[in-house]
């Protein structure tokens, strides 16, 4: 079992849709990361998480350190959204990331 | 203000043959990590550099080896590459809070 786990694997919504994804781990973590990564590669950090709930524009990111769980919400969604959703968690004493798989959103007009 | 820059973008590599790839982290950021992503999966941490030395690794075989200079910058190195080493090779940098990644550089081994 992965010590980290997305759901779903891949999501495709219509734009303005409300979308949720899901991260699970089973390590204890000093962070947790959202990121973004669209073809070809390059990847961009959305939010880093310890505790609470954290928004910025349309994106909203949750934590639950006690169930070890996270999502990321996006509101209004829009084509440009499109990409993969990655968490990745910091063990806790450490500074590597270990990472999900992702989740491949489509956002169709 | 350069974010995480890395070179090159691609390379093309035969089996056997050695490949060196650079990072240059954000500035300000003293710590550069090195992550191997294969297609349609997650990226794996490689290994940690701070202070000029490899403070953590992951599973990789020796073959993987790196370097990081007096500036912060840093060298990830591949010996006897394999077809599985085709792989988006991406470095990130950090200086105690939050973490910024380069565009990664994709090695393909023929």
């Known amino acids: 079992k992965n010590e980290v786990e997305q759901s779903p694997q891949n999501l495709t919504a219509q734009e303005g849709e409300f979308i949720t994804i899901n991260c699970s781990y089973s390590?204890?973590?000093?962070?947790l990361h959202w990121l973004q990564q669209h073809p070809g590669g390059g990847i961009v950090s959305l939010f880093m998480?310890?505790?609470g709930k954290k928004k910025h524009g349309r994106l909203i990111a949750t934590i639950n350190i006690q169930e070890k769980h996270s999502s990321l919400h996006i509101t209004a969604s829009h084509p440009r959204d499109s990409a993969v959703y990655i968490c990745?968690?910091?063990?806790?004493?450490?500074?590597?990331?270990?990472f999900g798989t992702g989740t491949r959103l489509q956002v169709f007009p | 203000d350069a974010g995480v820059t890395q070179s090159p973008t691609h390379l093309i590599k035969t089996r056997g043959q050695q490949v060196t790839l650079r990072c240059s982290p954000k500035?300000?950021?003293?710590?550069v990590s090195w992550y191997q992503q294969a297609l349609g999966q997650g990226p794996q941490f490689i290994f940690q550099?701070?202070?000029?030395?490899?403070?953590q690794r992951g599973n990789f075989p020796d073959r993987f080896s790196g370097h990081q200079f007096p500036n912060y910058s840093s060298e990830l190195n591949v010996n006897a590459l394999l077809l599985g080493d085709s792989a988006l090779y991406l470095c990130?940098?950090?200086?105690?809070?939050?973490?910024?990644f380069g565009p990664g550089t994709r090695l393909t081994v023929t």
């Open positions: 990130a940098s950090s200086s105690g809070t939050g973490k910024n």
């Open positions: 550099y701070y202070e000029e030395e490899e403070r």
């Open positions: 998480l310890s505790s």
């Open positions: 990745a968690v910091s063990p806790a004493n450490t500074d590597k990331l270990i």
């Open positions: 500035s300000g950021h003293d710590t």
């Open positions: 390590v204890g973590i000093s962070a």
